[in-house]
């Protein structure tokens, strides 16, 4: 198998008098001018490079130190995670690492000659460094590519993290919900990537097709218009395909209408789902909020402005009760928050001349219906009720606690006790029939203004 050299990129170092070369699981470059410290893992200080040129480097590449008339030479795999700005660290670590240069290296600093370290602590020693990728002439080679999902800002500009920034300007391609206004929010950053598209009618296709962009080695970043990828937004094609390809996948968290709608809401956040887009048509809407009426966890939902008043309308139709807040244009200057029940939303959206936005819903928790009470009164809760009844405890006795166990009503609840007893004669063996039932007392014996008998089992 012969090998060839192409893109090869040089890094100019100075040694130091502190270099130590001890670290058994690193080798690092660094950018200071100076090493205050004993260093373990640094072996050269003012690191001088083409930040894009060795950006661009991809796979496994062959580093060559050289210091006077000493050299030295190791193997490892450039990271996908690398991008501009990251530490120089060559780490022996067998996969990517965060804030690395090169994974899987067959040397550390430790393993360096010590005639080679000697070297570097000279006073005016200087380091050259070459890293060359290792090609082979079998055909094309797999690199494992990157894949960040990023988030952007849901409003407000100054949201958008230097993090997400860097992300962006290190990408080798963009995936962009809308490539329009990707376009305005990169030029504003001074960034300039290719845009490919990739929305909920072409992502799909897109998955297929960013599996040979990974499979290259390339960083690709995936954007929604606003907010977080995958939520509501496309995304979710497109992750499933990088993880197929074996590429990595790492988001780069950020803004989110989602929490940001229930952190202010008031509601509880212990427990909650999010459903997305309301439906379109009034029949799978009611069916879905009917959904959401059994639930006991606050629930989130999306709604355009078009179809808010109709949502709302079947929010008090099916959700009276409920406690509501609806959010709009969060982190912007006209950001609303609006709290009531849905009847009380619905006149005051009514009330406004234009409904615009995109609005996020929360509704509070529900209380669990009858029919749920009766599942959870099976099994020992419901065994301990028949014997209670066995021993004459009052119906309303029980039906009481059994609503407060439950937040049930105490309707609902005095009809399960019920239930119960009736089940409870039905179970009866056929023995127990109305000749074994004998009063403790007959009409005969009463005195006169005595009461009725009770009847007991022998």
């Not at 080798?27 to 690191?47: F, Y």
């Not at 006073?123 to 952007?152: C, R």
């Not at 499933?240 to 803004?255: D, K, N, T």
């Not at 166990?405 to 056929?430: C, N, Q, S, W, Y």
Request: charged residues 20%.
């Amino acid at each position: 198998m012969s090998e060839t050299m192409t893109h090869r990129v040089l890094i100019r170092c100075r040694g130091h008098v502190n270099i130590q070369a001890s670290h058994t699981k690193t080798l690092e470059l660094t950018s200071d001018t100076d090493v205050t410290q004993r260093g373990s893992c640094i072996v050269g200080v003012a690191a001088d490079y083409d930040t894009d040129a060795l950006a661009a480097l991809r796979g496994p590449v062959r580093i060559t130190l050289a210091c006077g008339d000493q050299s030295e030479t190791l193997f490892a795999t450039l990271s996908p995670t690398f991008k501009p700005g990251d530490p120089l660290i060559i780490r022996r670590h067998p996969v990517p690492q965060g804030n690395t240069l090169a994974h899987a290296a067959n040397k550390s600093a430790r393993d360096l000659s010590r005639e080679f370290v000697a070297a570097l602590q000279r006073p005016g020693a200087e380091l050259t460094v070459a890293i060359e990728p290792v090609t082979t002439t079998d055909g094309d080679v797999t690199h494992q590519g990157m894949l960040y999902v990023v988030s952007l800002p849901i409003g407000n500009p100054l949201d958008l993290s230097p993090r997400m920034q860097a992300t962006l300007a290190a990408a080798d391609r963009i995936l962009a919900e809308d490539t329009r206004t990707a376009d305005l929010l990169l030029k504003s950053l001074g960034i300039r990537k290719p845009l490919v598209s990739c929305h909920e009618h072409n992502e799909e296709m897109r998955a297929t097709q960013i599996g040979a962009w990974l499979r290259r080695g390339e960083r690709l970043a995936l954007i929604s218009e606003a907010g977080t990828p995958g939520c509501a937004d496309p995304g979710y094609p497109i992750v499933r395909s990088a993880i197929q390809a074996g590429a990595l996948v790492s988001p780069v968290p950020g803004p989110s209408a989602i929490l940001a709608a229930l952190a202010v809401s008031g509601l509880p956040s212990d427990r909650f789902a999010f459903l997305g887009f309301l439906p379109r048509t009034r029949g799978k809407r009611l069916q879905l909020l009917q959904e959401v009426a059994d639930t006991t966890m606050t629930t989130i939902l999306f709604e355009t402005p078009h179809r808010l008043l109709e949502a709302l309308a079947d929010c008090q139709e099916v959700l009276p009760e409920r406690e509501m807040v609806i959010t709009c244009n969060l982190t912007r200057p006209n950001e609303t928050i609006t709290r009531g029940l849905p009847a009380q939303l619905l006149d005051q959206f009514r009330a406004l001349a234009v409904v615009r936005g995109e609005y996020t819903l929360i509704l509070g928790k529900g209380r669990p219906r009858p029919e749920q009470a009766r599942q959870t009164t099976t099994g020992e809760q419901e065994q301990l009720l028949i014997e209670l009844l066995r021993l004459d405890c009052p119906t309303k006795i029980l039906s009481q606690a059994l609503a407060a166990l439950h937040g049930i009503p105490r309707r609902d609840a005095f009809e399960r006790i019920l239930t119960l007893k009736a089940t409870l004669v039905a179970d009866m063996p056929p023995d127990l029939n109305d000749e074994d039932l004998s009063p403790t007392a007959t009409t005969e014996t009463l005195p006169p203004g005595g009461s009725p008998p009770t009847f007991r089992r022998r």
